[in-house]
C-alpha cells in the first residue's frame, strides 16, 4: 500500500486517512501474491535458518520485484517460494502452500505455519498495478521429506538470516524476513501460548497480555533511547502476539492487546504526554502507562465472568417461566469441554436453583482427550464446598462423548462455549460441539436451546481469518496416552512398516450460525447485527494502531 506520512494520519484520522488512499490507488490494479521463508526450528542451539532458491532463467519477472519503480530482471537472484494468489485461493495461507507444494514438494506433512508477517503493498507506476506482499514462515517437521525443486529453481540453500545481505537476491525480500522475524524473548512468549492446550480463550488472553507486559520490560528493548521508536517495536510486539500466539482462540487475544494499547494511545493524546523523540521522561512515561494500562486490563479481564453470569442465569430463568406449564421440575443442561466461561455461568446458576428447591441435572462430555469434562466437574463440586441442599438438588452424568444423541434426548439446554464467533453468528468451540449442536437441532419440534457463552472480546471481524474452516490438529500423543498399550505398540509398529495410519487430534470445529438460538455474553443477548458491530470495532481499531507501522 502507498503509505501517508504519519503525521498526515494523526491529523486527518484513520478513516479520511483511507479515503485519500483509496482514491490515490483507484485508477490502480489491485494483485496479491504470497512470500513463504521455509525455515528450521528456532528453539535449536544454531537458531532459525531458512531456504533460499535460486531462480531459473525461464522464470520471468513478476510485478512485486520492483526498485525504484523499475522492473527488475530476477532470473538467477535468490528468492523464497512465492507468487499470485489465485481467485480460488481460500485465503493467503492456502495460496502460500499451493505455491509451496508446487515449487518444493513440500506439503502439510512436512511443514507447520510457524507464524504470518504483516502484509505489506508495493506500487508498480508503469503497469497502473498495486501489489500487495502477504509473508509467511513454515517451519519443516522433523520427518520432513526432501526439498524437490520444479522448474522455477536450480538449486537451494538454508542461511541465517544475517547472511541475506551477503547473497545477490531479488529486491524486497529483506522486507518480507523483517516480517516474520521475532526476537528471541518474542519467540519465547509465542511458544508458551502455542503449547497452552490447557487454558481456555479467555484465559489465553490474560496470559497474553502478561506476556506482553514482559516484552515492555525486555531488556532486549534496553538500547532503545527514542519514544516513538520504543512506541513502534512494542506495536509490532503485540501484533505478532495477538496474530501469530494462537491463532485458533486470537479472537480474544486480539480484542484485549488492541483495547489495551488503544487506552495507551488514548493516554498519550493528552498534550502534556505526546511523545517527542529523543526524551528521556516521555520513554518512562510511555513504558509507565504500558504497565498501567496493561494491569488494569488484566485485572479487568479476570472480572468481566459476573456479568456474563447474570446475563447467563436470567435468560435462563425467564426461558423456563414460558414453558406450558410452568417451569420443569428439572432443568436438564448438557455442555462439554472446559469452557471458564461455561464454568463460570454454572457456578453461579447450580447454587442459585437448588437453594430454591428446583433441581438441575448437568450432563457433561468426558471431553477426550484431556477428559475436559471430568476437570470441570470436579471445578464445580469443589465450589460448592458440600452444601447440603446443593448435593440433594444437583446431579451429574459424565458420559462418553459417543454418547451425545441420549444424552441431549430430554435437554432443554446445550450448552457451548466460544473460542471465537465470526459477524454471521458462527461460533467455533471444541471439538464436538458441531456434532451436539446438529443432534440438538434433529428435530424440527425439538425443544432444546443451543446457548453460546462467551465474552463480546471473542467476536472477531470477518477478515480474521480467510480459512477460517481449518481446523487446529494437535499431538496425537495426547490421544494414544488413553489408549491400552498394546493398542499403541501395534498402531506405531504399522506406522513403521509402511501402513499409512494417522491418529489425528483435533481440537476446534464451527457450528453455524442456524444451530445456535442465543449469544449471551457480559453484554447481554447479542442479535446477529450487534455481533457484526462488535467484530467492526476490533477490525477498526486494528487498522488505527498499525497502520503505520513500516519496514
Request: net charge negative; aromatic share 6%.
Amino acid at each position: 500500500m502507498r503509505s501517508l506520512p504519519v503525521n498526515l494520519i494523526s491529523r486527518l484520522g484513520v478513516h479520511q486517512a483511507r479515503l485519500i488512499h483509496e482514491n490515490m490507488s483507484s485508477n490502480l490494479r489491485q494483485r496479491a501474491v504470497v512470500s513463504s521463508f521455509i525455515c528450521t526450528p528456532p528453539q535449536t542451539p544454531t537458531g532459525l535458518t531458512f531456504a533460499l532458491f535460486k531462480r531459473s532463467e525461464e522464470i520471468r519477472t513478476y510485478p512485486p520485484l520492483i526498485r525504484n519503480n523499475v522492473m527488475t530482471r530476477t532470473s538467477g537472484k535468490w528468492a523464497v517460494c512465492s507468487g499470485s494468489i489465485d481467485a480460488t485461493d481460500t485465503s493467503p495461507e492456502n495460496a502460500a502452500k499451493r505455491e509451496i507444494l508446487e515449487e518444493t514438494s513440500l506439503s502439510d506433512e512436512d511443514i507447520f505455519l510457524l507464524r504470518r508477517g504483516k502484509p505489506f503493498s508495493l506500487i508498480d507506476e508503469n503497469l497502473k498495478t498495486q501489489w500487495t506482499i502477504h509473508p509467511f514462515a513454515w517451519q519443516r517437521k522433523a520427518h520432513s521429506k526432501p526439498i524437490k525443486l520444479d522448474w522455477e529453481h536450480t538449486e537451494y540453500r538454508f542461511i541465517k538470516p544475517e547472511e541475506l545481505a551477503t547473497l545477490d537476491h531479488v529486491p524486497q525480500l529483506e522486507i518480507g524476513l523483517r516480517r516474520v522475524l521475532v526476537s528471541p524473548d518474542l519467540e519465547r512468549s509465542l511458544s508458551v501460548l502455542k503449547n497452552d492446550h490447557e487454558s481456555g480463550a479467555q484465559a489465553l488472553a490474560i496470559k497474553a497480555l502478561e506476556l506482553f507486559l514482559e516484552n515492555v520490560n525486555s531488556d532486549e528493548l534496553s538500547n532503545i533511547t527514542s519514544p516513538l521508536e520504543f512506541w513502534k517495536e512494542i506495536r509490532w510486539r503485540a501484533w505478532h502476539l495477538a496474530k501469530n500466539g494462537r491463532p485458533s482462540m486470537g479472537a480474544a487475544i486480539e480484542a484485549s492487546m488492541f483495547r489495551s494499547l488503544d487506552a495507551v494511545r488514548k493516554k498519550l493524546d493528552d498534550p502534556g504526554l505526546r511523545l517527542k523523540d529523543g526524551s528521556e521522561s516521555d520513554l518512562r512515561n510511555l513504558k509507565k502507562i504500558l504497565e498501567t494500562t496493561l494491569s488494569e486490563r488484566i485485572s479487568t479481564l479476570q472480572h468481566t465472568l459476573s456479568n456474563l453470569s447474570d446475563s447467563f442465569e436470567k435468560f435462563i430463568e425467564k426461558d423456563q417461566e414460558d414453558y406450558e406449564g410452568g417451569a420443569p421440575k428439572t432443568t436438564n443442561i448438557v455442555t462439554l469441554s472446559a469452557s471458564g466461561t461455561v464454568t463460570a455461568a454454572l457456578s453461579k446458576l447450580i447454587p442459585t436453583h437448588t437453594k430454591s428447591g428446583r433441581e438441575i441435572k448437568l450432563t457433561i462430555l468426558e471431553s477426550r482427550p484431556k477428559f475436559e469434562g471430568v476437570r470441570v466437574v470436579n471445578t464445580l463440586i469443589k465450589s460448592f464446598d458440600s452444601d447440603p441442599e446443593i448435593m440433594k438438588n444437583f446431579k451429574v452424568d459424565i458420559v462418553s462423548d459417543a454418547s451425545i444423541a441420549s444424552a441431549l434426548e430430554d435437554a432443554h439446554f446445550l450448552l457451548l462455549g466460544a473460542d471465537k464467533v465470526l459477524p454471521d453468528g458462527s461460533v467455533s468451540n471444541k471439538i464436538g460441539s458441531l456434532t451436539a449442536a446438529l443432534v440438538a437441532k434433529k428435530e424440527p419440534e425439538s425443544k432444546c436451546k443451543v446457548l453460546a457463552l462467551y465474552q463480546s472480546d471473542k467476536i472477531t471481524d470477518s477478515s480474521f481469518e480467510g480459512g477460517h474452516l481449518k481446523i487446529e490438529t494437535n499431538d496425537p500423543s495426547e490421544l494414544m496416552e488413553s489408549w491400552p498399550s498394546k493398542c499403541t505398540e501395534d498402531i506405531v509398529g504399522a506406522q513403521k512398516a509402511g501402513w499409512q495410519v494417522e491418529a489425528k487430534n483435533r481440537y476446534f470445529e464451527w457450528v453455524p450460525k442456524a444451530l445456535v438460538d442465543a449469544h449471551i455474553t457480559e453484554r447481554g443477548l447479542l442479535s446477529q447485527d450487534d455481533i457484526g458491530r462488535i467484530g467492526n470495532e476490533t477490525r477498526v481499531l486494528e487498522e488505527e494502531l498499525f497502520q503505520d507501522l513500516s519496514g
